[in-house]
């Protein structure tokens, strides 16, 4: 039977142009992998929007990473703070892999 | 040429959009479509632009426009967030955010302008496409400088802020086409005009169809906008458009370029200013900046602004005009 | 015209689809630009439609061939429901929902034939896209009376049912351009002839490869069609667009209207029409509604149903001609 | 550290034109803000699909919120009878936000 | 009150032309209902992609299951030696759903 | 021709694409949109190389140079995979995967050739496009025997690879449309000529913009690429490209169409081949085959090959032409 690990699933909706700054920080702690999924719309506190804004300001991408508990939880304190002023929204979750060590 | 411009298929199409966005219809263009449009205008304006230029050679004018262009969009932005601040009532930071978008240019509005203009038999010069690219980034500078930014802000300083401001796509590729077109020229273009050239206008028709769509979805979910910043969206292209043209005539420009250098100063960016402000000035209400620019400003430039700018750069020219 | 009609281009590339999809090729075309063409197609058809009754005016034809129309997609669903429930075997929910789309129309099925009408010298009348218009929705109405739905049922009651249904997009799209082409007549759309006239018939072969290839996979997937309702598919075109050529010679249209009026009766809908039904009678089965208008119905009409309605018109005429 | 709270978050697969009524019924619950999501085919035992459809009638969408036990609970409730008549899938699981006072 | 089950929710992230293959492997362990959804881009060990890949050769799509623990975990010790030859990642999780015999 | 080359839009907006990607601009074409215009690409060369065929006929030389095609995408993989082995010291499994993708064909290289050799008054014959649809598969074949590949690997035995191989979406759209083009004839694609024909080329300058935003995008994340396997990328297409236009050139083919079998030798596949290698090769790298193909081959191509194969075929024809 197939070993399996628990780990950290790590989910951020932000708007497009926000995304390359959330990789980088997602870097700097160590969380180096990670996947981007595409949105359609939605609505949240800041009103409706959906993904036909021209200048792709306002579209939102699913920034998502499995990782340690160490590194989500350093990525939630690192996040925090900006998810109210950038608009953002974080999931935490659990998850199981295979070959736990690629995700440290 | 008011009434005229209003009836012709592109500002239709818009209405026909903003129409069915007013009526909730479901109506909706794929947004990979209309991004795909919205490059190819590019693509086209540019090597128009570039092939015009190509035929006449640098000219004194040319330089004239150019720096008239880049001190608009850097200065524009000054009477702008002053205005915000004190008829709008804006803080410190959405004010300065506006006041950037106010500074640059819409594409599309110079696009559709230029048209307009063309069937007016007032059509600018090649060069103004030109003007046109170096009026984009400046005014996100000042926007950024009245903003008193601060470089160490947490995503900003990663997102590699810069980049997104003076590599901008929209920037690189109508500066790209701007100058193939300048090294191919006219002739050279032939080959490539039935996809560039001939089918521009029914391409402006089907963006222009998307961008009715979508101002009008935004000004009904308006949650952003009050009547101050409304009507500040209104005065806003008017003065700058005004200063625009009296600019343009005092150069010497032709009608048509002083008409555009007023569509250019009186219209506001929504493609490549908000992308840097979301990054930069998050603080600033996303909803209010894509309200104003998008949802009133935009609106109307193409029904009345444009018309009015060529209108008054033709009867400036004759009394103004060195 | 038949074998002729079987060989064109557009038909070519329809089978050139479906051959693919039945070889189980990965071929695709990618979403975003089959709707693309879509909302191009029904932007050009409106325009051309819209420019010629610009032309001719209001005319006694045009106001009988509406009323035929809307007489026909508010009919043709009861002798299809009844159809559809003794020889089809249907439940009444089911056949309901098959009704509807028997009583509105294809557009595609509509270009294709008024291309294919044009090239045998049977052009149909602009006033035609009005009409096509018009049949859109009244058929859906008289479905959902069939079906006895009821209001208060969870879903449709809360998703806006009427707003899918009188404001479907394609049916704001086709009316929009019908009508801007109608304020800017035939010389007013020269300047955007080279997008919405020129390529029409390239543009109708791109999207028809599309069309080969969805048709053809949901009828590898055909598990909600038994050999009644795909029998059914082929008879219910027959009936219906005899009827429609009928009674466009008895009020005195021309061969190509007539005609046009034969291809709108015997079309089926598969873009407004499925997307009414899915939220107001969920329990009907859209693998059934669907395998029967676009992977029985369409084909049929395309290949051999546009060719018939076009022969028969152009035979009843001297006969039943008023 | 960043507080984190346990949340619910619900997933719904419905076809396309069903997902402003299911917007509508969240909202009537109180479930006032959502993220869609597009998805590309699959199989269920309506048969397969493909998101090519021309119609877009049997093209799927993703709807996803985030809310307390007690919403999801109410939502879980609402959609279930109509499950299997709409075609829908309905997927609860848990996951940890940060703001919990946002997800109520 | 709607009653609930829990089960295991499977999500293998791979490059398009495997799909189909993928599909038949759930198949044949009795998986017969997925759906596919789209990504935008990522990075992993073997380097950044961005789904702008004229072959598609390395376009990655996420394939989702919902299924029994049996199942679930037949599925996993069936994909787990492939995972690194073909860069692919499987993510395993809880959910719940309604109707729990459709997903045994 | 070489410098009058590099300085048509085709090639600039190529290298607009890569500047961009290099200065690392967010510059970016909608997946779709480029796929679309992908399979317009395919639908077009098809369609005029039928076209053509259909004037001229089943002809002798049709026969050799299609016979040679084939031979060329069954052969050249030997030597490629013989020199990837010693000069690149790639794996067995990597330098297979390789060499069939440098057996195989790129449909946009050749559809850039043709234009630049059209120009250059050197036009390929029509049925060159039969020879590319040839040219794509037989490599596929030789590369996997070459990689001794197990027919009971998990995924690929799985995976429908033969599929994956024969019933590829662009062989068959290309195949298709070629067919399509021989049964209408010329006057038959009259009425397409204004979507398949005019725009080919400025629909070619959105594309290779394009692929040169992808290309160098790809170069810049190399970490597949050594300098012996990108110094093979620069020497395999010159090799395969010589011989191709000597074999031309000695069966008796005009200077255009021996020049288009070099580009056809000389090119390297990015479409089809990856896909059906990561099913069945899938411990292959696709960096390393995407990044020597795509990143380094293609452009080498387009900005020197090209202009060299027919420059060879141009001189060549003289003494060595039977
Ligand atoms: N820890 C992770 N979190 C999210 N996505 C990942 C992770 N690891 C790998 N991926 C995705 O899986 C792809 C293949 O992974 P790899 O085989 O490591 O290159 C990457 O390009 C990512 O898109
Ligand atoms: N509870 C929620 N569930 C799902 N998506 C949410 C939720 N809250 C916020 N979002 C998404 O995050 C975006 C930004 O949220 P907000 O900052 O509240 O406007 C919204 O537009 C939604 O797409
Ligand atoms: N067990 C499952 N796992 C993942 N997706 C599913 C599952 N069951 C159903 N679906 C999705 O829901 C759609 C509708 O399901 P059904 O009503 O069973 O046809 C299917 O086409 C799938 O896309
Ligand atoms: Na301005
Ligand atoms: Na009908
Ligand atoms: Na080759």
Request: charged share 15%.
């Amino acid at each position: 039977m197939t070993s399996i690990n628990r780990r950290r699933r790590i989910e951020v909706l932000a708007d497009e142009p926000l995304i390359s700054a959330i990789v980088r920080i997602a870097a700097d702690i160590g969380i180096q992998h990670y996947t981007l999924l595409p949105t359609l719309g939605g609505a949240g506190s800041h009103g409706r929007w959906r993904d036909d804004q021209l200048s792709g300001a306002t579209a939102k991408v699913m920034f998502l990473a499995v990782t340690g508990d160490d590194h989500a939880q350093a990525f939630a304190d690192r996040l925090a703070p900006l998810l109210e002023s950038h608009h953002m929204m974080l999931m935490l979750s659990d998850v199981d892999v295979v070959r736990g060590s690629r995700f440290a | 040429m008011a009434l005229d411009a209003l009836l012709q298929p592109v500002v239709l199409f818009f209405l026909l959009g903003a129409g069915a966005a007013f009526a909730r219809s479901d109506l909706a263009i794929p947004e990979a479509v209309a991004k795909g449009i919205s490059l190819y205008l590019m693509m086209s304006i540019g090597l128009r632009g570039g092939g015009e230029v190509a035929e006449t050679g640098l000219t004194h004018d040319m330089l004239l426009a150019g720096g008239a262009g880049l001190a608009l969009s850097f200065l524009l932005p000054l009477p702008a967030f002053w205005l915000l601040r004190t008829a709008g009532k804006l803080d410190r930071t959405n004010a300065a955010a506006v006041a950037a978008h106010y500074g640059s240019v819409s594409v599309v509005t110079f696009a559709t302008g230029s048209e307009l203009l063309r069937q007016a038999g007032m059509a600018p010069a090649g060069y103004m496409v030109g003007v046109l690219a170096l009026m984009e980034t400046p005014a996100i500078i000042t926007g950024l400088l009245l903003a008193r930014a601060k470089a160490n802000d947490n995503l900003a300083s990663r997102g590699g802020m810069l980049h997104e401001t003076f590599l901008n796509g929209s920037v690189i590729l109508l500066l790209g086409s701007f100058l193939i077109g300048m090294i191919d020229g006219k002739e050279g273009l032939v080959a490539v005009a039935p996809v560039f050239d001939v089918p521009f206008r029914g391409m402006l028709c089907i963006f222009l169809l998307d961008m009715g769509l979508i101002a009008a979805r935004r000004l009904l979910d308006r949650r952003a906008l009050t009547l101050r910043t409304a009507a500040l969206a209104l005065v806003l292209p008017l003065l700058n458009g005004t200063l625009g043209v009296v600019l343009g005539v005092e150069l010497g420009l032709d009608a048509g370029s002083a008409a555009a250098l007023g569509i250019l100063a009186g219209s506001a960016s929504y493609i490549a200013v908000p992308a840097v402000m979301r990054l930069a000035l998050p603080a600033a209400d996303p909803g209010l900046y894509l309200g104003m620019s998008l949802a009133v400003t935009f609106p109307f430039n193409l029904t009345i602004g444009i018309a009015y700018y060529g209108w008054l750069s033709a009867h400036l020219l004759p009394i103004l005009a060195p």
